[in-house]
Each structure stands twice: as structure tokens, then as C-alpha cells.
């Protein structure tokens, strides 16, 4: 192969990418431009709310005790060197609203509610029922997808914030009922360290943008997906790759804004 074929095939390949990532920007501009909708039909995005929601707590809480346990036995095992134990809550509570909470809680959520949502749709566009509201002058993004959407926007920050409150719980029960902290210092240092904006504030803003950036993942790769088995299993799949590495590299610009040193 010569070098000018080369140059050629990288320059269909860029080429195909840049209108691929156009798409996806146009698609996710026709979202958000949908939401009044989602608004107006309030019992479609109620319903998706239960179903992205609710069906994930499990997962969720259980997740978020087994994290606080780690963190609690860690957390101990580090601070009691420098005789600091007594600030195992304040450590469990900003790792938890910080970064483990809305970080651990958007993976999940690509795993368990973005493959669903991908497959839901993909199934929806191989039986034509994404045609057929076409058809019939209904717009599926306005009908489908932006009560999908608005629900995700809002089940990531819910989700997060029981994801940090069962750890904190799970840091709780191994620190003060498993080790003996005191339950005293253990919360008071934790009310005294832990800022409602710099800390909780900041970590709602992180889930915020994961359910975004998680949920837009998964509609689009279910809306642009082949209508065939195999392009909704491959759909599925990138959903979880994409909404996974979003996630984490979301997480660092969005710290780095947030808590980099000022000057």
C-alpha cells in the first residue's frame, strides 16, 4: 500500500468521524430542545423515572455499603499512623460526595439503565415503531427519547446521593460499631469538614453531568443503531464503553475546575 492510500483512507476515516461526532451534536442539541415536551407529557417521564430509578437502587445501595466498608477499614488503617482516627468520617464523607459517589453511581448507572435504555430503543427501531409514529406525524424524539432523557437527567443525582449516604451509613458501621471510633468525633468531624457547596454542591454538578453525558450515550447509540440483532447488541456494548469512559474523563476536567488550587 502506497503512502498516498494511506493518506487517503486516514482522510475517510477523519472524515467519517467528524460527521459521526456532528451528528451526535445535532442529536443532542434536538434533545435538549425536546424537554418542554418531556415537561408537558409528565406521566411518560414519571414512568421512565421508576424504570431508570427505582429498578437501580438496589444496585445502587448495595454498591454504595460495600464501598463505605473499604472505605472505613482503609481509611482507618492510614490514619491510625498518624493518630488521626478520629477523622475516619470526615475522610468516608468527602471521598463519597466528592468523586466516589457520583463517579461509582455513573458507571453503574451505564451499566444497568444505559444498556437497557439502548436496547429498548435499538428493539424499537428494528420493529419500525420509530417509523411508524414518523408516519403518523408523531415526532419520536419529542414522544420517546426526551422523557428518557429528562429522567436521567434527574434519577443521577437521586441515585448519587444514596450511592454517599448508605457508604457514609457503611463507613458508620465499620468505624464506630466494628472498630470503635467514637461516634461523637466521628460525626462531628464530618459536619465540620464536609461544605454543603464546595463538597455536596460539587458533587451534585458531577452527577448532573454524568446522567447527561450517560443517558445521551445511550439514546443515541439505540436511536443510531442498526435494526438488526447484532447492531443493537453492538449498540449496547459501545453504550457501556462510551458512557464509562465519558464518565472518567468528565470526572477530571469537572475536578480540576472545581478543586484546583486558585492562582
Given at each position: 500500500m502506497s503512502a498516498s492510500d494511506m493518506l487517503a483512507r486516514l482522510g475517510v476515516w477523519a472524515l467519517g468521524r467528524l460527521r459521526a461526532l456532528g451528528?451526535?451534536?445535532f442529536f443532542l442539541g434536538e434533545l435538549f430542545a425536546s424537554l418542554p415536551s418531556a415537561v408537558r407529557r409528565l406521566y411518560l417521564t414519571i414512568a421512565q423515572l421508576h424504570a431508570i430509578g427505582n429498578l437501580s437502587l438496589i444496585i445502587i445501595a448495595a454498591s454504595g455499603l460495600a464501598v463505605g466498608f473499604v472505605l472505613a477499614l482503609q481509611g482507618y488503617y492510614t490514619l491510625s499512623r498518624y493518630g488521626a482516627a478520629e477523622s475516619l468520617g470526615l475522610v468516608v464523607a468527602l471521598s463519597l460526595v466528592r468523586e466516589l459517589g457520583p463517579v461509582v453511581t455513573g458507571l453503574l448507572f451505564a451499566g444497568r439503565a444505559g444498556t437497557?435504555?439502548?436496547a429498548e430503543i435499538g428493539l424499537m427501531k428494528a420493529g419500525e415503531q420509530l417509523a411508524a409514529m414518523e408516519m403518523m406525524a408523531v415526532d419520536p424524539k419529542k414522544r420517546?427519547?426526551?422523557p428518557r432523557f429528562l429522567a436521567g437527567i434527574i434519577a443521577m443525582?437521586?441515585?448519587?446521593?444514596?450511592?454517599s449516604a448508605v457508604g457514609i451509613l457503611g463507613g458508620y458501621v465499620v468505624g464506630v460499631l466494628m472498630i470503635g471510633i467514637d461516634p461523637g468525633a466521628f460525626w462531628s468531624q464530618m459536619q465540620n469538614g464536609v461544605d454543603a457547596w464546595d463538597d455536596v454542591g460539587n458533587?451534585?454538578?458531577k452527577s448532573i453531568v454524568f446522567g447527561i453525558a450517560c443517558t445521551f450515550v445511550a439514546l443515541y447509540q439505540g436511536y443510531e443503531t442498526q435494526a438488526t440483532p447484532e447492531g443493537v447488541a453492538q449498540a449496547t456494548t459501545r453504550t457501556?464503553?462510551?458512557s464509562s469512559l465519558a464518565v472518567l474523563g468528565l470526572d477530571f476536567v469537572l475536578t480540576a475546575l472545581m478543586f484546583s488550587a486558585p492562582g
Open positions: 451528528r451526535s451534536a437497557s435504555l439502548t420517546v427519547l426526551a443525582p437521586l441515585l448519587a446521593a444514596m450511592f458533587g451534585v454538578v457501556v464503553v462510551v
